[in-house]
């Protein structure tokens, strides 16, 4: 089974409103990226929070990591129809330099 | 600057077919890897490289073959095609092990 899983898997908000995604992982890590996929198109990095790491802003992205219920969410704030993507998380373990992504997050802002 | 480059874009193949995908990368990343995406599965690791002549498994392997000669390179083989192989293909890298990784933009094979 996969490292990360996304949560919800799906979500449909009204443009201006706030986007929260969830990514919960399995076992220890070194860092944990957020990627922003647009239809049929390659990964787009969008921000990556080490594990000593709380908090990171980029922008109207906010992250969170929270170690100790090996989770993290990603905060999308005042939501634009240019917003409508794949979300995934991916997370680099500690034990291992392989980089694993969770199923991903599809995200629908409505004009 | 290219970035990551993925070769051909699209591919038909015949069940039992042999093919390699290519990728290719100008930055100069150490680290390579390739992955499948399905629907509703996200992309799972197929396998990756740490440097010129290193490669490990990933969480998908089988069925799949990749050599690293070169920094530059990072071809995947299919070694006899099969429909469960239908898929589509990104090839990433990145410069370290703790850094982003950059996509190519795929190639999306059918087997049949």
């Known amino acids: 089974s996969q490292q990360g899983e996304e949560d919800p898997q799906a979500l449909s908000i009204q443009e201006g409103e706030n986007a929260t995604m969830n990514c919960s992982y399995k076992t220890s890590i070194n860092n944990l990226q957020w990627y922003r996929q647009n239809s049929g198109r390659g990964l787009v990095h969008l921000i990556l929070?080490?594990?000593?790491?709380r908090e990171k802003h980029s922008g109207r992205l906010r992250v969170t990591l929270d170690t100790s219920k090996k989770s993290s969410s990603l905060l999308i704030t005042a939501s634009r129809a240019a917003d409508t993507a794949s979300y995934f998380c991916?997370?680099?373990?500690?034990?291992?330099?392989?980089?694993?992504f969770g199923s991903g997050t599809r995200l629908l802002v409505r004009p | 600057n290219a970035g990551v480059t993925q070769t051909p874009k699209f591919q038909v193949l015949k069940t039992g077919q042999s093919m390699t995908l290519q990728c290719a990368q100008d930055?100069?990343?150490?680290?390579m890897s390739w992955y499948r995406q399905d629907p509703g599965m996200g992309l799972r690791l197929i396998h990756y490289?740490?440097?010129?002549?290193?490669?490990d498994q990933g969480e998908v392997p089988n069925g799949y073959n990749v050599s690293r000669s070169t920094t530059e390179d990072f071809p995947l083989r299919l070694l006899s095609a099969a429909p469960s192989q239908t898929s589509v293909y990104f090839c990433?890298?990145?410069?370290?092990?703790?850094?982003?990784?950059?996509f190519g933009q795929g190639t999306r094979l059918t087997v049949v």
């Open positions: 490289s740490v440097g010129a002549g290193i490669t």
């Open positions: 991916a997370t680099r373990m500690d034990s291992s330099y392989k980089l694993i």
């Open positions: 929070i080490r594990s000593n790491e």
């Open positions: 930055m100069n990343h150490e680290y």
């Open positions: 990433a890298s990145r410069s370290t092990a703790n850094t982003e990784a950059f």
